[in-house]
């Protein structure tokens, strides 16, 4: 099946500790994006790829980082800097940047 | 920072009635795209209006672009339950054409 997949569908993590979250993609797909979804709110955009070893900041990228070192993987580490981490993350991929996202389920990261 | 606001922020009808949701954005776009999110589940990708069309159709939906008024709306036609659903409008303004700025969504709740 092809498709986008996220581990683990939920994480817990203690404050101070770095987490890292997983994306992988098998429709070989050129460009990645990881979001943040708050309770009510829209998604926001932490950091995109447009191709292997390439990425960049979206619009709330403090406290998190990113690598790009194959095609199909683009996982993401909450980092302890970021203050405020506890939310529903979401991956997504496209053909080209720009191009219409297909989404992963998703990792709902909790801190105690 | 939104782009894409929708409206109502939540809608409640009857099975077999229509969904009418709105979206507005600020500035001039390339495209605009709808999303549905099934609660605590990734987004899926509905239907993509370029900014030289004015009207899309998929299946039961449709979908209509005033750039004048910069504006959106979806219709949802005969609605079922299996409808219930966030709806997001999402814009992608070209110029950082990687980036995808979603609203923060209209919560349809279809009654059987």
């Given at each position: 099946?092809?498709?986008?997949?996220?581990?683990?569908?939920?994480?817990?993590?203690?404050?101070?500790?770095?987490?890292?979250?997983?994306?992988?993609q098998n429709?070989?797909?050129?460009?990645?994006?990881?979001?943040?979804?708050?309770?009510?709110?829209?998604?926001?955009?932490?950091?995109?790829?447009?191709?292997?070893?390439?990425?960049?900041?979206?619009?709330?990228?403090?406290?998190?980082?990113?690598?790009?070192?194959?095609?199909?993987?683009?996982?993401?580490?909450?980092?302890?800097?970021?203050?405020?981490?506890?939310?529903?993350?979401?991956?997504?991929?496209?053909?080209?940047?720009?191009?219409?996202?297909?989404?992963?389920?998703?990792?709902?990261?909790?801190?105690? | 920072?939104?782009?894409?606001?929708?409206?109502?922020?939540?809608?409640?009808?009857?099975?077999?009635?229509?969904?009418?949701?709105?979206?507005?954005?600020?500035?001039?776009?390339?495209?605009?795209?709808?999303?549905?999110?099934?609660?605590?589940?990734?987004?899926?990708?509905?239907?993509?209006?370029?900014?030289?069309?004015?009207e899309?159709?998929?299946?039961?939906?449709?979908?209509?672009?005033?750039?004048?008024?910069?504006s959106?709306?979806?219709?949802?036609?005969?609605?079922?339950?299996?409808d219930?659903?966030?709806y997001?409008?999402?814009?992608?303004?070209?110029?950082?054409?990687?980036?995808?700025?979603?609203?923060?969504?209209?919560?349809?709740?279809?009654?059987?």
């Amino acid at each position: 099946d092809g498709g986008i997949t996220q581990s683990p569908k939920y994480l817990f993590r203690k404050e101070g500790q770095n987490v890292t979250l997983s994306c992988e993609q098998n429709l070989n797909h050129d460009a990645m994006y990881w979001y943040r979804q708050d309770p009510g709110q829209g998604l926001r955009l932490i950091y995109y790829s447009q191709i292997v070893n390439d990425f960049q900041k979206g619009d709330i990228a403090e406290g998190y980082s990113v690598s790009r070192e194959k095609k199909e993987s683009f996982p993401l580490t909450v980092t302890s800097a970021q203050k405020n981490p506890t939310a529903f993350y979401l991956c997504a991929s496209s053909v080209l940047a720009g191009d219409t996202q297909y989404f992963g389920p998703g990792t709902r990261l909790t801190v105690l | 920072s939104q782009q894409g606001e929708e409206d109502p922020q939540a809608l409640s009808i009857q099975e077999g009635e229509n969904a009418t949701m709105n979206c507005s954005y600020k500035t001039s776009i390339n495209n605009l795209q709808w999303y549905r999110q099934n609660s605590g589940r990734g987004l899926v990708h509905l239907i993509l209006i370029r900014s030289n069309e004015r009207e899309k159709h998929s299946g039961r939906l449709r979908v209509t672009l005033d750039t004048s008024k910069k504006s959106s709306s979806l219709l949802i036609t005969a609605s079922r339950a299996a409808d219930t659903a966030s709806y997001f409008c999402a814009t992608n303004s070209g110029g950082s054409n990687y980036k995808l700025t979603f609203g923060k969504g209209t919560l349809l709740t279809v009654n059987p």
